[in-house]
């Protein structure tokens, strides 16, 4: 099997340390992965036959290419707020970043500029879910009965064309916001605006608690999926509405990942070890489901080290089977007493196991670690 292009070759990294600005740093992804499978289960072969683990190269934390402070309303947000500071990836090359007061800018990481995009209606961090998702004629339609000044290009041939094609969905899961829910959305008339969205049930359930982990995923290309700390719900990002899946939480870290190969939404399991896992959530798009879609467990990547206290993992996506996770670590003496952080990055790559129908193989490639406390955020 060889190793095809990744669908994106840089990884993101929002560097931050005190109350200083954030620095932004792209990280080459494409170096973590041998030319062929075969290569990368060649290699990984090496370490158990001379029973050592091998953990790759280490380097030091890449030079953020540009500084910058969030656009603070003055004497309104101190930066002791920072920790309610949300990032989101905005298509492949924009980050967009808000700060506690709603203030937000978008960087561009090809042309290397920045804009000042409309406030927030609410502020979003520091428990959040952000999604972009690639506008379709469906939205364009649903855009243009709620809003007739719509301009009817949106349903031409300019649809599809510019710089503008997707929108970026940001909910607060913690309630009591007077907009909770909202849609970062262009126009051709009046430009960037924020759009506020129905909040989703589980706020008004006197119960609800914000759960610590915030499994979701994007269904069908328009439907956002989500876990509460009791069900799951979605919502149709062309209707507009809400509906409950069913009873029952993903049991995932953080945010799933699509692979159109493989036809699975993979994630990293909600508890340590963090293990990389799949399930099929087509079925979810279609209407409410009873049980929880069965689960596959997909593998672990990597042996951990005893002095390594994992407190963190993060999984992107690659395309074509392909992912980097990353994994964020204490390392302690051999006293136990903390010494330095370090975020080892691996790359891997899923396949249908030729000896077990159903089943998915995992083989890692190569892993890189970065002895760094100051990655606040991967994109």
């Known amino acids: ?53 091998l953990w790759g190269t280490k380097r030091s934390e890449p030079e953020p290419s540009i500084y910058y402070s969030t656009l603070r309303s003055p004497g309104s947000v101190s930066s002791s707020d920072r920790f309610r500071d949300a990032f989101a990836l905005f298509g492949k090359s924009k980050i967009v970043c808000s700060d506690a007061g709603g203030f937000v800018t978008m960087y561009n990481t090809e042309s290397h500029s920045f804009t000042s995009l409309p406030k927030m209606n609410s502020p979003k961090g520091p428990r959040y879910v952000a999604l972009s998702i690639p506008r379709t004629a469906a939205h364009a339609m649903a855009d243009f009965e709620i809003h007739p000044d719509v301009d009817s290009a949106m349903f031409g041939d300019k649809l599809l064309g510019g710089n503008h094609t997707e929108s970026l969905y940001m909910m607060d899961m913690v309630p009591d916001k007077v907009c909770s829910f909202e849609a970062l959305v262009y126009y051709p008339v009046s430009r960037w605006c924020w759009r506020p969205l129905p909040p989703p049930p589980f706020h008004s359930d006197p119960k609800y608690r914000t759960p610590h982990n915030i499994p979701f995923a994007l269904v069908d290309g328009t439907m956002i999926c989500v876990s509460s700390d009791k069900a799951t719900y979605c919502f149709d990002t062309v209707a507009m509405e809400w509906n409950k899946a069913g009873d029952w939480v993903l049991p995932f870290l953080s945010k799933l990942e699509y692979d159109t190969e493989l036809k699975m939404w993979f994630g990293m399991s909600a508890h340590k070890p963090y293990r990389l896992c799949a399930v099929d959530l087509s079925g979810v798009a279609m209407g409410s489901c ?17 002095n390594w206290e994992l407190i963190d993992a993060a999984l992107v996506k690659l395309g074509s089977g392909r992912f980097c996770i990353a994994r964020f670590f204490d390392v302690t003496d051999e006293y136990g007493d903390y010494e330095y952080d370090v975020v080892a990055f ?5 396949a249908p196991s030729r000896a077990e129908e159903g089943v998915l193989s995992i083989v890692n490639h190569k892993t890189e670690c970065l002895v760094t406390d100051d990655i606040e955020r991967l994109l």
Not at 346 to 350: N, P, S
Request: net charge positive.
């Open 290 to 306: 009873e049980k929880l879609p069965a689960v596959r467990d997909v593998g672990l990547e990597v042996d951990l080290p005893k």
């Open 346 to 350: 691996t790359g891997v790559e899923v």
């Open 1 to 53: 099997m060889g190793c095809q292009k990744l669908s994106r070759q840089s990884l993101h990294l929002v560097l931050g340390s005190g109350r200083g600005p954030y620095g932004l740093a792209s990280m080459d992804i494409s170096r973590l992965f041998y030319t062929s499978w075969q290569e990368a289960k060649a290699a990984e072969a090496k370490p158990k036959e001379n029973g050592s683990l």
